[in-house]
C-alpha cells in the first residue's frame, strides 16, 4: 500500500474519547483528493428489505438516491454478505471481496465503514463519493471490490462508494468524515 499509494491507513483505537475503532493513516502521507478508503458492504436498493440487518446497525450508510449499505462485518449483515458474494460467481471470476469482514482485507482500502464522524474538534478531512461500477470494469478486478448487490436480479449497476481526502493527510492522523454530507 504504502508503495502503491504512498500511504498505509490502519484501524485503531479512535483518538475520540468512547468512539471505538476508527481509521488512521499510519505510515506516509495521503495527498488531497486521495482515495483513502472504500465503504464495503452489501448494497440493498430502496425498496429491498433491510429491516432486520439494520436493528442496532451503525454501518448502513445511505446515499442520496435511498440505497442503502450495510458494512456491519457482525452478525445477520456478515451471513448475508458472504451469502450473496458466494451466490455472485461468473466462472472462475469472484465478483467481489469479502475478506474485509475478517481483521485482514485483500483490499486494504476496505475499512471505510470505520471512520468516524467529525466534531467541533476534529474536522472532516475526507468526503464521500459515491459511484456506480460501470459495466466495462475489468472483470478479474472485480474480486477486489468489497460491495454486492443484495439482489442478483436488479437490473441497476453496483454501487460503490470511496472516501476521498480533503487536504493533506499525514502519519498518525485519524480520518474523519462527516456522515450528513456527500460530494457529487
Ligand atoms: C459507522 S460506526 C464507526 C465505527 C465505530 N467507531 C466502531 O468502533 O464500530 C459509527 C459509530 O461510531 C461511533 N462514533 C462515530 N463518530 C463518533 C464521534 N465523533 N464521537 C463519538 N462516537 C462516534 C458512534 O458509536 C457511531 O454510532
Known sequence: MLNTLGFVTERKCSSLQLAGTGVFVVRGRAQKGSVVAMYPGTIYQADEPIFFQS????????????????????????IVFRSCSRRDRLGPFSLSDSSWLTPHPVNPLAVGQYVNNCSNEKAANVCYQEYDVPDGFPLELRQFLPNVKYRADTQRPLRCVVLVSLRDITHGEELFSNYYTIVH
Do not use: E, T
Not at 435511498?66 to 445477520?76: F, H, P, S, V, Y
Open 55 to 78: 436493528i442496532r446497525n451503525p454501518f448502513v450508510f445511505r446515499c442520496i438516491d435511498g440505497i442503502l449499505i450495510d458494512g456491519n462485518d457482525k452478525a445477520m449483515s456478515k
